[in-house]
């Protein structure tokens, strides 16, 4: 090996495998999944679709997405053992904390957790995707001393997601931004979470070992937490007026405008446009254009500032904001929609597994030694103490 190696911090620039599930075209600046602009998916198809399209590669047809619904909807209900787990966690626990809890107690209840056939992974898969949104809805309830509201098998994916955690159905319009946030969140590539989940699936280790670690990937405000980071700048700016007097004291403390900037975009997030027509939309259905000034107030401010643009997480935040959810429900949201991708990386690393064990470049002290040892003495000295031991 040679003396000085060229170290690619944060592994940027590096390709360390192919995937065949979505990318994003320079070209048009579009997140394709599967070849699919994300931004068509969005405006024509259901949540439910677009799963179905990351795992098998094709969209369904109406046949196929009807067994798929008739199986997704016959696991709604939250296990009792998994709500049993969720109520001894405290309301202190942040709900990434829940839900990453529950995922693993959710495996721990799946006899074939260790079947890594594909067919045992697909099933899974469905059942996180079930699953999830009655973990996230409740965990939201109970902090607010409500009970839990169980599934029902008369809607589709979005409608039953909302409905669970605000007790009704909401108006179509609510519902619509809500499918398109989902999928907006469901597949982004080689990101820290679906990184973390291939990681964990080279080592052979089981899908739900996998998702719970990209959980925890997730969690961190680089990644999935900004969308809730987000909701925390506009809580603390107040209004419009004062959004620039807070850039002038933010950029001075040399702080991160969360909601802004993106690894693989440099020219502006392809899903923002998407999310923010829906916002926008939200916005006129709850008459809050104090929160539309804000927004486009930031927005023009910062990039007129720093030409960083917003990515999809700046959008987002208001917009579950005003469907209700709690800020700290956002980024479970996150968890909902992209254990899609994750799942459809799992099965594709299992598909062409290696283990991902790279290497680092060590630049602490050279070779030293304890001063007065020596190694036969060391040797012998470990053995009295087995013999003690086993005496």
């Given at each position: 090996?040679?003396?000085?190696?060229?170290?690619?911090?944060?592994?940027?620039?590096?390709?360390?495998?192919?995937?065949?599930?979505?990318?994003?075209?320079?070209?048009?600046?579009?997140?394709?999944?599967?070849?699919?602009?994300?931004?068509?998916?969005?405006?024509?198809?259901?949540?439910?679709?677009?799963?179905?399209?990351?795992?098998?590669?094709?969209?369904?047809?109406?046949?196929?997405?009807?067994?798929?619904?008739?199986?997704?909807?016959?696991?709604?209900s939250l296990d009792a053992t998994v709500k049993a787990a969720i109520d001894l966690l405290p309301l202190t626990a942040h709900p990434m904390d829940v839900t990453r809890t529950a995922v693993s107690v959710i495996g721990a209840c799946d006899p074939k957790a260790d079947d890594a056939s594909p067919e045992a992974n697909l099933a899974?898969?469905?059942?996180?995707?079930?699953?999830?949104?009655?973990?996230?809805?409740?965990?939201?309830r109970r902090r607010r001393g409500q009970e839990?509201?169980?599934?029902?098998?008369?809607?589709?994916?979005?409608?039953?997601?909302?409905?669970?955690?605000?007790?009704?159905?909401?108006?179509?319009?609510?519902?619509?931004?809500?499918?398109?946030?989902?999928?907006?969140?469901?597949?982004?590539?080689?990101?820290?979470?679906?990184?973390?989940?291939?990681?964990?699936?080279?080592?052979m280790s089981d899908l739900y070992s996998a998702v719970t670690g990209a959980v925890g990937a997730l969690k961190g405000p680089l990644h999935g937490g900004a969308n809730e980071a987000v909701m925390h700048i506009f809580d603390e700016i107040g209004e419009a007026s004062a959004v620039s007097a807070w850039l002038d004291k933010a950029i001075a403390e040399k702080r991160k405008i969360m909601g802004f900037g993106h690894r693989v975009y440099k020219s502006g997030d392809s899903r923002v446009p998407t999310m923010k027509a829906s916002l926008d939309l939200l916005i006129e259905h709850y008459d809050r254009p104090d929160m539309k000034a804000l927004y486009d107030t930031l927005e023009a401010d910062f990039v007129g500032r720093k030409g960083i643009y917003p990515n999809l997480d700046y959008p987002s935040g208001p917009a579950y904001n005003l469907i209700g959810f709690d800020t700290v429900t956002f980024t479970p949201l996150f968890v909902a929609a992209r254990v899609t991708g994750w799942t459809a990386h799992i099965m594709e690393q299992l598909a062409s597994n290696?283990?991902?064990?790279?290497?680092?470049?060590?630049?602490?002290?050279?070779?030293?030694?304890?001063?007065?040892?020596?190694?036969?003495?060391?040797?012998?000295a470990t053995a009295d103490r087995a013999e003690e031991a086993a005496e």
């Open positions: 090996m040679p003396e000085t190696q060229e170290i690619k911090k944060g592994l940027a620039g590096v390709v360390v495998d192919y995937t065949a599930i979505s990318k994003v075209n320079p070209d048009t600046n579009s997140l394709l999944y599967r070849g699919y602009p994300v931004q068509e998916l969005a405006a024509s198809k259901s949540f439910e679709e677009v799963a179905y399209l990351l795992w098998h590669g094709e969209l369904p047809t109406s046949e196929q997405l009807a067994e798929f619904r008739r199986v997704e909807v016959s696991q709604r899974k898969s469905v059942r996180l995707f079930a699953q999830l949104p009655a973990v996230v809805a409740y965990d939201q839990l509201v169980a599934a029902r098998d008369d809607l589709n994916y979005s409608e039953n997601f909302l409905y669970m955690t605000f007790g009704e159905v909401p108006d179509a319009v609510v519902v619509d931004a809500f499918n398109v946030s989902m999928i907006l969140y469901a597949e982004h590539s080689f990101n820290a979470s679906t990184f973390t989940a291939r990681v964990i699936t080279s080592t290696a283990l991902i064990r790279p290497l680092s470049e060590y630049n602490g002290p050279d070779e030293r030694h304890i001063e007065g040892y020596v190694a036969d003495d060391a040797v012998a």
